[in-house]
């Protein structure tokens, strides 16, 4: 509010509201640019990742810090139930954690993907389980 104001009085009030635009933007991104993940493990020994958060752009470069894959059980689930892939760096992410996964030799489920996501994923779309209550959203990507 403050950058906005001086911002107006040195230039004018067209520069300052683009400024104010960008400036929360910017502000928006550093906010959400984490995705966190509550880890439990179920009575036959299945680790399972229930993630929350957006994942996009500003949170994609730290998704693979929320997994340990090496010490991981054989069988892992990440359940997308509290977060959202909002755009094509999302989708790539969980594209390359199933890579990380695979080549561990772990068998890796993804749940709670919506059907547009889905739908653009390569490495990971054999992974995907199909669930009653999937999200009903679409994913930003470019051709």
């Given at each position: 509010m403050v950058t906005v104001?001086?911002?107006?009085?040195?230039?004018?009030?067209?520069?300052?509201?683009?400024?104010?635009?960008?400036?929360?933007?910017?502000?928006?991104?550093?906010k959400h640019a984490r995705i966190f993940a509550k880890v439990h493990t179920e009575a036959d020994g299945t680790r399972v990742y229930e993630l929350d958060g957006p994942l996009f752009f500003g949170s994609a470069t730290t998704f693979a810090d929320n997994f340990d894959i090496p010490n991981d059980p054989p069988k892992v689930v990440i359940d997308f139930k509290d977060a959202r892939v909002m755009d094509s760096s999302g989708v790539e992410a969980i594209d390359a954690i199933t890579k990380k996964y695979e080549d561990a030799g772990k068998n890796l489920l993804l749940r709670h993907l919506s059907a547009d996501c889905k739908a653009i994923l390569k490495k990971a779309e054999h992974h995907c389980s199909y669930e009653e209550d999937d999200p009903t959203y679409k994913v930003a990507y470019n051709y």
């Open positions: 104001t001086v911002i107006t009085v040195v230039e004018d009030l067209a520069v300052a509201v683009i400024a104010g635009v960008i400036i929360s933007a910017l502000a928006f991104a550093w």
